[in-house]
């Protein structure tokens, strides 16, 4: 089926450990994001993409890297786990960033020990 | 930069009653405006969005919102909410120059039945 695939949906991490979480679209759409969701904080941008080898920072990118080789592939690099990245994670893409509707992927619960 | 912001952020009614959910952004240039939800459990999905022409717009399930750009707002309306509206809303401001889609903090809409 068509759409964002988010992996893992559950991590939990010790402080000052690292890890990618995984994005893939099939939609050959240009526009790829990573949103954290926080109580109260609504969706805050982290890292965008508007096209292979582009990529752009958000309003919180600290301590989160990004990468696009591919227009299917979107991961999202953690350097060294703080509490503070315990969070919901959310990967979007889009045809055109900015005036295209987002699709989601279905979320991965990371909790930073 | 652009900014979003939404006023309410808990609201509680009964079934029946009309909703009004405000939202305004901050942006120098031609913007394109959105309306998520998020049920529980769920991702987001979309609402409706306005791009250009006729500032009020119509989304799913009965929902619709006015562009007034002098307000710099895009308000989020139903005449009549059921139980099955309880979710989490979100407003979002995307421009084509950034490619960036920015959301507001969220208001969670609780329906009494």
């Known amino acids: 089926n068509a759409g964002v695939t988010q992996t893992p949906k559950f991590q939990v991490l010790k402080t000052g450990q690292s890890m990618t979480l995984q994005c893939a679209q099939d939609m050959n759409h240009e526009y790829m994001s990573w949103y954290r969701q926080d109580p109260g904080m609504g969706l805050r941008l982290i890292h965008y993409?508007?096209?292979?080898?582009?990529?752009d920072q958000g309003e919180v990118p600290n301590g989160y890297n990004v990468s696009r080789s591919t227009t299917e592939d979107f991961p999202l690099r953690l350097l060294s786990a703080a509490p503070s990245q315990t969070s919901v994670y959310f990967c979007?893409?889009?045809?055109?960033?900015?005036?295209?509707?987002?699709?989601f992927g279905n979320g991965t619960r990371l909790t930073v020990t | 930069a652009q900014s979003v912001s939404q006023h309410n952020h808990h609201v509680i009614l009964s079934e029946a009653a009309s909703l009004e959910l405000g939202c305004n952004y901050s942006y120098g240039g031609t913007v394109n405006l959105f309306w998520y939800v998020q049920y529980p459990g769920q991702h987001l999905q979309l609402l409706l969005k306005y791009f250009s022409g006729d500032p009020l717009v119509k989304g799913i399930k009965g929902f619709e919102a006015e562009f007034i750009k002098s307000k710099f707002s895009f308000n989020l309306r139903k005449p009549s909410v059921q139980w099955s509206d309880t979710a989490e809303y979100f407003c979002?401001?995307?421009?084509?120059?950034?490619?960036?889609?920015?959301f507001g903090q969220g208001t969670t809409l609780q329906v009494k039945p």
């Open positions: 979002a401001v995307g421009t084509s120059n950034t490619g960036k889609l920015i």
């Open positions: 979007a893409s889009s045809y055109k960033g900015g005036i295209s509707p987002l699709h």
């Open positions: 993409s508007v096209g292979a080898g582009i990529t």
